[in-house]
């Protein structure tokens, strides 16, 4: 039985993960489940998977959670020091689903037992690439990439000499506001902006998909996770979202990873690593979708994939700045605070402001560094924000 624990199963990619568990429980024993708010759902899952522990990360809410696990003989616990306990308790597979940079400490702990880390939270690589990737190495771990652009080249590559490789597209929907005239983006709202056209996801990554932030933290990763240089990676808008990434090799072959619009593939591709199962997602009638649809993606419209070429020329710290930046910007304008087209302002001048600081550099990445990072650009993103909202 393989043992598996999943961080953030509350949440759409934990919900997706449990889905194919319950589907084979003889092969699975869950280990730890963890959650935040949702205790009434975390307690449902835990029942379900007979799971040995449930965890939020919410101390407040440890009662409300022995409550419903009363008489089930399942461990509760809760708080930061006991999500890190859970990710720590030995096991074979840990999904990584927590939303933000709140990801990266448990995921390095998964990685420290050596378990295989399915990596949702891109923040972590964005954050700290080296140091997981220095991690997994140290303790024989593996981090497998369950984003669905980049668990679409990681199968584009199998059996692939990766020196072959001449670039990499990743695509994008667009997000809510693709087709919105300019001039009208500064009044969306945050209801506007929570409606992904394709895909059904938690509210921060759907925003981020609007403002194409998504896709500047998954350019990021995939530089991180795959080492391509920036200058071989691509962004391409696809409406469809059918086309998850494809990659282009020296002799000019384009290999496309298409599958619906449902995580459960990657999933349960990283689940199942390396072979492949069934899976119930739907097949694609080719002939029935007729027609698939590119554009270029445009800068004005989209600032957030200039800054994430920037980030990447900076190196260090800055992708943590530019992460913690994101997130305090996204709070802002989720609470009213700025329009959707500051959140690019906010986190532009965190970073012009940070690196101007030197706070950006760094030798060798440390957990400590990176966390310090993130909060001082925190600081300076909140300051920006007022700022903003003042003058509005
Ligand atoms: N959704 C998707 O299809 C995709 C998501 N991803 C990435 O996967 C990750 C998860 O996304 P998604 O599932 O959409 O997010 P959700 O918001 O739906 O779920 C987040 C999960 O993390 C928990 N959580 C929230 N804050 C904290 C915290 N501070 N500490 C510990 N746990 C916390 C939530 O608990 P609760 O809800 O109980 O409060 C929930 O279980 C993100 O990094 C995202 O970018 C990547 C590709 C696709
Ligand atoms: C499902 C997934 O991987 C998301 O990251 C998705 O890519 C979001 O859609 P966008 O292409 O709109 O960012
Ligand atoms: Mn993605």
């Avoid at 497998?144 to 990766?162: N, R, T």
């Avoid at 080492?227 to 290999?255: K, N, Y």
Wanted: glycine share 8%; charged share 25%.
């Amino acid at each position: 039985m393989k043992r598996v624990s999943i961080l953030g199963a509350t949440g759409s990619i934990g919900e997706n993960t449990v889905d194919l568990i319950a589907r084979a429980p003889e092969e699975h024993k869950v280990v730890a489940l963890t959650g935040g708010r949702n205790v009434v759902r975390l307690a449902e899952q835990a029942i379900a998977l007979n799971a040995e522990l449930a965890v939020t990360c919410y101390p407040e809410l440890k009662q409300q959670l022995a409550d419903r696990l009363s008489g089930t003989g399942i461990e509760v616990a809760a708080g930061s020091e006991a999500l890190l306990d859970a990710a720590a308790r030995p096991a074979d597979w840990v999904m990584s689903a927590i939303v933000g940079a709140a990801g990266l400490p448990p995921g390095l702990v998964a990685l420290k037992q050596g378990a295989t880390l399915a990596l949702a939270n891109k923040e972590s690589l964005v954050c700290a690439g080296a140091l997981l990737k220095e991690t997994a190495a140290a303790h024989g771990a593996t981090l497998l990439p369950v984003d669905s652009e980049h668990s679409a080249v990681a199968q584009a590559l199998v059996g692939e000499d990766i020196s072959a490789v001449e670039r990499v597209i990743i695509t994008a929907s667009g997000g809510a506001f693709r087709d919105w005239p300019l001039e009208r983006l500064a009044e969306a709202t945050p209801e506007q902006a929570s409606k992904h056209p394709n895909w059904d996801m938690g509210q921060r990554i759907t925003v981020d998909s609007a403002s194409m932030f998504n896709k500047a933290l998954e350019v990021i990763e995939t530089h991180e996770y795959f080492g391509f240089s920036p200058s071989q990676i691509e962004v391409i808008v696809h409406p469809q979202s059918l086309i998850h990434a494809l990659v282009g090799f020296h002799d000019g072959a384009l290999m496309a990873h298409v599958g619906p619009p449902d995580m459960r593939h990657a999933i349960g591709y990283a689940l199942y690593y390396p072979e492949r199962r069934a899976l119930p997602v739907e097949r694609l009638d080719l002939v029935k979708i007729g027609q698939l649809d590119f554009r270029a993606p445009c800068e004005r419209r989209w600032p957030a994939l200039r800054l994430a070429r920037e980030v990447m020329a900076m190196g260090g710290l800055a992708g943590a700045a530019f992460n913690a930046a994101k997130e305090q910007a996204l709070d802002a304008f989720l609470a009213r605070q700025i329009r959707f087209t500051d959140m690019a302002t906010v986190v532009e001048e965190t970073l012009e402001a940070l690196e101007r600081d030197g706070a950006l550099k760094c030798d060798r990445m440390r957990l400590d560094d990176v966390m310090e990072t993130d909060h001082l650009a925190r600081k300076r993103a909140v300051e920006a924000a007022s700022l903003i909202a003042t003058d509005a």
